[in-house]
T-cell receptor
Framework: AQKVTQAQTEISVVEKEDVTLDCVYE???????LFWYKQPPSGELVFLIR??????QNEISGRYSWNFQKSTSSFNFTITASQVVDSAVYFC?????????????FGTGTRLQVTL | DTAVSQTPKYLVTQMGNDKSIKCEQN?????MYWYKQDSKKFLKIMFS???????INETVPNRFSPKSPDKAHLNLHINSLELGDSAVYFC?????????????FGPGTRLTVL
């Protein structure tokens, strides 16, 4: 069975601070994908990044960066110089490669509050 | 331009009623999903259809019946609504054979059962 743990339920930071959202996953499969989604107050789910299990390169996209470490089964997400617009619930998710039976297993989410 | 659309966005109804939520995707994807997000924001898959065939059916009460008339549509019908059905329901789609197979989500339907 797959499991995703986001131990931080809520984080509050002041604008311009850096913040890291933790994600730890469990799976016995050797081939899998990890995702981060953002859910702003408006409620939609916005895809941020996908990483497959064979690609441990870190990725940077603007103020966002992701650190994937298979040794610790972690896929952490860092926002540099946070802004008020980053306030949202962030979900980490795992998908194993099972052909057509594809489903995302989500973590419980981390609510990020960025204040002025 | 909307990739995955759902109607209605809000649905308020009484216990015991039957209601439907519609989902359409214009991405040409072959797989569609229904997820439920409860009041604590926990997201869990309910159903998945690939080419109109049911391939994932989690432990969902049989009051919930998905219907996929074609690859671009996946509707969710709920009979005898209960208070515990109040949640946000998200539809999603993906292309199974696409690398990564990321799922694109609709805007959600907030269902409130009184």
């Amino acid at each position: 069975a797959q499991k995703v743990t986001q131990a931080q339920t809520e984080i509050s930071v002041v604008e311009k601070e850096d913040v890291t959202l933790d994600c730890v996953y469990e799976t016995r499969d050797t081939t899998y994908y990890l995702f981060w989604y953002k859910q702003p107050p408006s409620g939609e789910l916005v895809f941020l990044i996908r990483r497959n299990s064979f690609d441990e390169q870190n990725e940077i996209s603007g103020r966002y960066s992701w650190n994937f470490q298979k040794s610790t089964s972690s896929f952490n997400f860092t926002i540099t110089a946070s802004q008020v617009v980053d306030s949202a619930v962030y979900f980490c998710a795992l998908r194993v490669n099972t052909g057509t039976a594809s489903k995302l297993t989500f973590g419980t989410g981390t609510r990020l509050q960025v204040t002025l | 331009d909307t990739a995955v659309s759902q109607t209605p966005k809000y649905l308020v109804t009484q216990m015991g009623n039957d209601k439907s939520i519609k989902c359409e995707q214009n991405l040409g994807h072959d797989t569609m999903y229904w997820y439920k997000q409860d009041s604590k924001k926990f997201l869990k898959i309910m159903f998945s259809y690939n080419n109109k065939e049911l391939i994932i059916n989690e432990t969902v009460p049989n009051r919930f019946s998905p219907k996929s008339p074609d690859k671009a549509h996946l509707n969710l019908h709920i009979n005898s609504l209960e208070l515990g059905d109040s949640a946000v329901y998200f539809c999603a789609s993906s292309q199974v054979r696409m690398v990564g197979n990321e799922q694109f989500f609709g805007p959600g339907t907030r269902l409130t059962v009184l």
